[in-house]
């Protein structure tokens, strides 16, 4: 599958950016879909995860209550809102698709397809 991240942009603190994923092919429902964000210089970090579902969802603590993702089967495409942003928030956020939902979700190791990341700034 190949994955294709956008939506990203400039915003000021609070303010909220919708992220898209759009995949190709006819398997997306089969794979686990994850966000993970990634700064220079430092390892890429989980921030959510949708069951293949959709009805099920990891985050990452620290974006528990401002972040929500979900997923259209129909549509190939998972989301991430991202509301109440803070100027930590800033990174490029990476889609990925994975076969593993659990724990393991939260490790970019069990996500073998990924996108090209959109960059998301956060102004003060």
């Known amino acids: 599958v190949q994955l294709q991240a956008s939506g990203g942009g400039l915003v000021q603190a609070g303010g909220s950016l919708r992220l898209s994923c759009a995949a190709s092919g006819r398997t997306f429902s089969s794979y686990v879909m994850g966000w993970f964000r990634q700064t220079p210089g430092t390892e890429r970090e989980f921030v959510a995860a949708v069951s293949r579902s959709g009805g099920n969802a990891y985050y990452a603590d620290s974006m528990k209550g401002r972040f929500a993702v979900s997923r259209d089967n129909a549509k190939n495409t998972v989301y991430l809102q991202m509301n109440s942003l803070k100027p930590e928030d800033t990174a490029t956020y990476y889609c990925?698709?994975?076969?593993?939902?659990?724990?393991?979700?939260?490790?970019?190791?069990?996500?073998?397809?990924w996108g090209q990341g959109t960059l998301v700034t956060v102004s003060s």
């Open positions: 990925a698709a994975g076969s593993t939902w659990g724990v393991a979700s939260y490790y970019a190791s069990q996500y073998y397809h």
